[in-house]
């Protein structure tokens, strides 16, 4: 079967954004180029920041997809997450709060993209 296994996002700036992502995720590149950084995330999956696209990576345009980071931890793992990085600057969209899945939170990257720290479900 065929499945998604690299994920790219849309950034005005792919160093800077490599340097965020790679401070929030505690994680190293394995490709970088000039407009293109990508980081493995386990076997066969990837994930990359890419500026090649000038009118996608527009901070002003409206943001309709998230990456989610799923915590097999509880809901004060969560709230640590959401601490640490708050801490960090991090801009927060959407504060700790019980959803019908879990415990969650949502912030942006500096190009406005989301990222949800979620339960595993």
Known sequence: MTV???????VSDAAAAAAFYGD???????????GYVSFDLSPGVSFAVWSGVSDAANPATPRTSELCVNVPRGATDI?????????QGVAVVDEPHDAPF????VVADPDGNLIRVAPVD
């Open 4 to 10: 998604p296994n690299h994920f790219i996002t849309y």
């Open 79 to 87: 709230d640590e997450i959401f601490a640490r990085w708050s801490a």
């Open 102 to 105: 879990g415990r969650t939170f």
């Open 24 to 34: 929030l995720f505690e994680i190293e590149p394995t490709l970088t180029t000039p």
